[in-house]
C-alpha cells in the first residue's frame, strides 16, 4: 500500500520553529540576554516560544517589565501568574522610581510612556544586559517594519535604521562593542492574527481585558479610554458604561479599548481577521503625536 507522508509544516509551526531558533542563537551568542516582559499577549507569546525553545530546562534569563505605574491591575496579575509557573526572575524597572532617582524628569507634560525609554535603557546599563527580547512585530507600526530581527543598538541605546546589519538566509550578526547591546524580535514575522491563533491553539493565559467585559470609559481623540484616577476628565467629557476589549495593552492613560462583544478567543480570532487597522493605529494615543512618532521613539531607545 503506497502513503505519502506530508512533511511540510504549517504557518504557525514555521514562525514557532523561527522564533524557538532566534532564541537558542540568543542564548548561544550573546552573554547576557534579557526578555522584556509586559504582561500583555505579544510578550505572553514569547515566554511561552522561550519556554518551548529550552525545556525541560528553565528559561535561561530572567524576564523585565518597565513599569509606568499606570498598567492594568488585570496585566499585573497575569504576569504574575506566568513569573511564578515557570520560576523566571523578575526585574521591575520603575518609571516612578526613575523619577524619584533623576534617572528621568517628569515635567508634568511628557507621558509616562515615554519616559519608559530612560528607565530601560538605565536597567539595560545597570545590570549590563547585551540582548534585550522584545514583542514587535512588522505588522504594527511602520516603523517597526524596519526593524531587523537583531536590531543594533549604540552605546546610548539608540537606533539607527539606515544603518542595519544584513540578514540573508536567517543568519544573524551579534557582534557587539563595549557598552553596546541588541534588541531582538523573535515576532517580527508574525500577525495579529498568528499571534491569537497561537494563543487558542496552545491555549495560552492572557489577561482578561482581552476578552468582551462591561468597562466605564469616555471618548477621547477618536479613542475610548478608561475611567481612572490618573484618567481626569477634560471638559466635555462624559463617562458610559460599555460593552469592550482591548486589542493591546500598556499605559491605561494612553491605550483605548474598543466596543466589542467577542468573550472568546475564536471570537477574538474571527474580530481580528476581519479587521483593516492594526492594534496600535487603533488604540494607542502615544503612537497619535505624529506620523513618525514610534520612529523618533524607537532611536531615542524605545523597544
Same mark, same amino acid.
Do not use: M, N
Given at each position: 500500500m503506497q502513503t505519502n507522508t506530508d512533511y511540510r509544516l504549517s504557518q504557525l509551526d514555521e514562525l514557532e520553529a523561527e522564533s524557538i531558533h532566534i532564541f537558542r542563537e540568543v542564548a548561544a551568542e550573546l552573554e547576557k540576554p534579557v526578555l522584556m516582559f509586559s504582561g500583555g499577549k505579544d510578550s505572553i507569546v514569547m515566554l511561552r516560544l522561550a519556554e518551548k525553545?529550552?525545556? %525541560?530546562?528553565?528559561?535561561?534569563?530572567?524576564?523585565?517589565?518597565?513599569?509606568?505605574?499606570?498598567?492594568? %491591575?488585570?496585566?499585573?496579575?497575569?504576569?504574575?501568574?506566568?513569573?511564578?509557573?515557570?520560576?523566571?526572575?523578575?526585574?521591575?524597572?520603575?518609571?516612578?522610581?526613575?523619577?524619584?532617582?533623576?534617572v528621568v524628569v517628569d515635567d508634568g507634560k511628557t507621558t509616562r510612556n515615554r519616559l519608559q525609554i530612560g528607565t530601560l535603557l538605565n536597567a539595560i546599563e545597570e545590570n549590563a544586559f547585551t540582548a534585550a527580547f522584545g514583542g514587535g512585530r512588522r505588522d504594527e507600526e511602520k516603523a517597526r517594519?524596519?526593524?531587523?530581527?537583531?536590531?543594533?543598538?549604540?552605546?546610548?541605546?539608540?537606533?539607527?535604521?539606515k544603518n542595519q546589519r544584513p540578514e540573508l538566509w536567517s543568519l544573524y550578526n551579534g557582534r557587539l562593542h563595549e557598552g553596546e547591546h541588541m534588541r531582538v524580535f523573535p515576532l517580527s514575522n508574525w500577525t495579529e492574527l498568528d499571534i491569537w491563533d497561537y494563543i487558542a491553539r496552545e491555549g495560552i493565559e492572557i489577561p482578561s481585558i482581552y476578552f468582551s467585559h462591561q468597562r466605564r470609559v469616555f471618548e477621547r481623540d477618536g479613542m475610548l479610554l478608561s475611567e481612572s484616577e490618573f484618567n481626569p476628565l477634560r471638559d466635555g467629557e462624559t463617562v458610559t458604561e460599555r460593552t469592550v476589549r482591548f486589542r493591546t495593552v500598556g499605559d491605561l492613560t494612553l491605550t483605548g479599548c474598543v466596543e466589542s462583544s467577542a468573550g472568546t478567543l475564536q471570537e477574538i480570532v474571527e474580530e481580528v481577521a476581519a479587521s483593516r487597522i492594526t492594534e496600535r493605529g487603533a488604540t494607542r494615543g502615544d503612537d497619535r503625536f505624529s506620523e513618525a512618532a514610534m520612529e523618533d521613539r524607537k532611536k531615542e531607545g524605545y523597544f
Open positions: 525553545a529550552f525545556h %525541560p530546562a528553565r528559561i535561561p534569563f530572567p524576564v523585565l517589565q518597565v513599569d509606568t505605574g499606570y498598567d492594568f %491591575p488585570e496585566v499585573l496579575a497575569c504576569r504574575d501568574s506566568w513569573v511564578d509557573r515557570l520560576g523566571v526572575r523578575l526585574i521591575v524597572a520603575s518609571v516612578e522610581q526613575a523619577i524619584a532617582d533623576g517594519a524596519k526593524e531587523r530581527v537583531y536590531s543594533h543598538r549604540d552605546e546610548f541605546g539608540q537606533w539607527d535604521p
